[in-house]
């Protein structure tokens, strides 16, 4: 006769520290599942909340994730849009340090070069008869001169065609280093330009390093012109960061507490060890019980016959 018990299933948000295993599965989506070898659910939270993740930053342009609380809000220090994103991990957690990056008085509009600046360059040359005329890629070179001053030049291609400007004068603008998007504006004027009406200026981006640009802040004329521009593909990119953040606070719940309805083999409670140490204990052979059933009715006795000591026994009168 074989000893058989009922097993639960398998536990392995149990098997390893729970509180390791949440910490990775909030900063990396599916970290904590791997971290207890559940494989196969690690790699899908990892690929589908961050590829949700990205994907939305992609759409809007890398000005999807930032922390711009507002005043008199619930939430102090955190809006509520970024509060469903922060659930990302650390993908999200760099817009705490960009705002107040941002916020530093050092970063601000430059207007006097204070240093070279040599980047690639995409713009027009404005103003122009044709709006779609004066189209400038290429390369600009702006150096500092005395006086809040500067000069420089512009080599490249207007309108497809091989082209060199002279840049100087005092008509220099420079957008924040610090900032949302991965272009940052520029405005450089054209040498000699001022004594001539309208004054002719190169008005385009050079690149924005992503350490400076990633989840950092946008002004409210980079949103009007964004929400202008993308309309609901804008709105569709921020509600997919926001799904992703929820998601993962999903996902943390499973890595440290299991799946939310369990295996239905909660109530029991044989550990897997016990089970297998009971299978090994030696069986032990039990003879069997027999029963015999004992009659309880008492024995009835037998009646002599009556007996006289002197004489024949007498004679019936009939």
Known sequence: ???????????????????????LAYLV???????????????????SILGLFFWGQK??????????PEKGSVL???????????????SALPAFLQNRRAANPVNHTIRHPSRPLIENFEGRLVPTDNDAEGVLVGTIRVEPVEGGEFRGTFEG???GKPAKLALGGSSFELAPAIKAGFRRKVTCGLENSAAAFPI???????????????????????????????????ELAMVFTWIAGLLNVLAIWDCVLGPAYGFGDEHLKVKPT????????????????TTTS?????????SAPPTHSDGPPPKSSI
Do not use: C
């Not at 989506?29 to 690929?47: E, N, V």
């Not at 016990?274 to 069986?283: F, G, I, T």
């Not at 004992?294 to 037998?302: K, L």
């Open 1 to 23: 006769m074989s000893l058989s018990s009922p097993s639960p299933h398998p536990r392995p948000w149990d098997e390893k520290n729970s509180f390791v295993a949440g910490i």
């Open 29 to 47: 989506p599916g970290a904590g599942h791997l971290f207890q070898g559940r494989t196969a659910k690690g790699l899908i939270y990892f690929f």
């Open 59 to 68: 759409m809007g342009e890398g000005m999807v994730v930032y922390n711009l």
């Open 76 to 90: 102090k220090y955190v809006s509520l849009s970024y509060a469903a994103q922060l659930g990302a991990g650390v």
């Open 157 to 159: 291609t207007m309108d």
């Open 200 to 234: 002719k200026v190169i008005e385009g981006t050079i690149p924005r390093p992503f350490v400076d640009a990633y989840a950092s802040p946008p002004d409210a004329d980079q949103l009007q012109e964004i929400n202008g521009r993308l309309g609901k593909t804008y």
């Open 274 to 289: 016990e089970v297998s140490n009971a299978s090994q204990a030696p069986k032990t052979a039990t003879a069997p019980v």
């Open 294 to 302: 004992v009659s309880t009715v008492p024995p009835v006795a037998a």
